[in-house]
């Protein structure tokens, strides 16, 4: 009996010491995480020219906020977050013969081929107006959207570069006088995320005054994804976005997750309206980073 009551002890002094090395080691790792991130986020920080974004005013902190799981219950939320005085007064389309003055601003959509801009852009616009309004050149796509804000109508003339090959040629063209500049990547695509810094350069180099807005597409595709790969390309995000000092957005065209919200979430940067958007950093749902 005095044997099997050693036996006993001796294995679970065993197990005290393998859990508390196990639980050092994972203390150890989330240093290690939170460090690189860091190191990365300076890293990128360098080849930028920080005196560009001195345009841009801090977002007060909010708590996180817990989002329905995607993607069917996310869609419910995703035109939720802000307050009465923006969501009462964007609307949608007014006719276009109205005598009331229109306000024209512009955004720019930016970001590799096969990502999901047009998808994207379609979704906001509505297909029936995208097919009625679409104007194509080589390389750029040009859709509108009219919305009513506190009784002004304001028109977005939405740029989008299409082609990458002819993009040092469109990206002037696209980003002159935009109030606001999108630098979309796909999230399955880690190769598309790393070239958000080389289109941030470029388009900076004809504007350096717009909203700069960092959006991860096809986050249907990114939740089947493997958890650690999600937090791997989720970490490496929110990096990119702390450089270049844009809020970023996982989103969705297919289930509608963050699409309107984004240009709500411009709206109101623009205006100085009041919102409620709420951060979201949990992996597995769409994320929401300032």
Known sequence: MTKRLLLCYRRMLHLNMKRKIICKFTILNKYFSSFWNKILACWIGKSINYRQLSHNQSFPSTTTGNMASP?????TSSESGFSGSLASTCCCDHSKDSSEDVVA???SLLGDNQIGKTSFLTKYVGKEKAADEDFSTKGLNQMDKTLCVRGTRISYSIWEVKDDVSAPTNIPMACKDSVAMC???????RCTLNSVISWYQQARQYNQTAIPVMIGTKFDDFVKLPLDLQWTIASQARAYAKAINATLFFSSATYNINVNKIFKFITAKLFNLPWTLERNLTIGEPIIDF
């Open 105 to 107: 601003l512009k955004i």
């Open 183 to 189: 630098f979309m990547f796909d999230l399955t695509s």
């Open 71 to 75: 993607p069917s219950s996310a869609v």
